[in-house]
């Protein structure tokens, strides 16, 4: 993807680096210095512009990685160990905040039956509500832009899991991913659904254009998933993670599309949305009963994992629809400032 | 592998707590009178609660109208008296 613009020291020491050939004994560690003043001063890693966007590039050479940047660069030791330092505040900072419920179950029904109770409560703002009755045609353009940072890569966090899943957990993972990416029919991959979405309402949908412009929060809830998803040890997060989003997606995309329909948009927009209404009814049945559920009962350790997973969902998303509602309830932009063209 | 265990893995339905009823495997949604239904996954979630509004497939209602379907613990207590 484009290379976003640096937000503070740590981003646009980082930035400066990838610029650079990779080289061993290079500059990493100015760099590792920095991020910890950074990270004893931050009032919140979560809402930290500069530090979620560093991480977010960090992990973005993980994926499709950064234009001009040196492919090398992913596995540069100096900058493991920059993405370790930011990571184990974010997640020290998530254990202390994200709530978790009482009970344990240990067999796959109970724990299924303990998720869709967690997800089933959510009380935050909604967000779903809000786009199918009152949101303006400049509100959905905005929501599909914090939506694109994920939405263009949709499920890639998550498949990162499979290789450290077994049995019956792996094979209802590789199921879900299966459907999220089509079913072998690349027009299909929710994905592409997303990015024919955007183009409907004349937005590009090309992966990572509007990184500028979306809030540390936004990133925040990528870079959880993709902490979830690329950690081995948090596998047990990355399944609860899952299940939780898909069981909080068939009903909320069904007020989306509506929110798109009262805008005048046909089904070939809305089809995003209702493929998610679908598809997300199945989904959440197999990640919260064989996914969560089998993995907890080949792995009753991970447990406490799973519920810190699905419990991170609806607490981080909830912190960013209460961010986007609070704007448009005052009239204002949800997004960053746009940035000045580049001559 | 018995022929027998070949067949139980090629389909299977499964019928999920609360909530719809999971076909997977190689199968047909035809009307009643063999009209293919629209079907764009190959596992599907049918609607047992009545109220989903993409029948015959659920779309999660289920969970807003509290659709209970716990199987009694000792169905023999559950029969009518005899
Ligand atoms: S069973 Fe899910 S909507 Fe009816």
Known sequence: MKTPLARGPVSSLLLDQLQQPPSEGDGSSVLLDRIRLSLATTADVVRDEDLQLALFCLYELNYSGLDDVDGHWEWNPGLLGARQLIESAFEDSLRSRVPLPAERPLDSDGVAALLFDLTGKDSGPSMSRFVAKRATREQLDEFLIHKSIYQLKEADPHTWAIPRLNGRAKAAMVEIQADEYGGGRPQRMHSALFARTMRGLGLDDSYGNYVDLVPALTLATNNMMSMFGINRRLRGAIAGHLAAYEMTSSQPNRLYGNGFRRHGFDDQVTWYFDEHVEADAVHEQIAGRDLAGGLVESEPELLEDVLFGASAVLTVDGWLSEHILGCWEQGQSSLRPSVPEAA | ?82
Request: with cysteine; proline share 10%; charged share 25%.
């Open chain 2, 1 to 82: 592998m018995s022929n027998l265990s070949a067949s139980e893995d090629a389909n299977a339905i499964v019928v999920c707590p609360d909530g719809p009823i999971l076909v997977r495997g190689d199968f047909e949604i035809v009307s009643t009178t063999g009209e293919p239904l629209p079907r764009t996954r190959r596992t599907v979630a049918l609607c047992r609660c009545g109220a989903s509004t993409i029948k015959p497939y659920c779309d999660g209602t289920h969970k807003l109208i509290n659709f209970r379907t716990e199987f009694p613990a000792d169905p023999e207590k559950a029969l009518p008296d005899r």
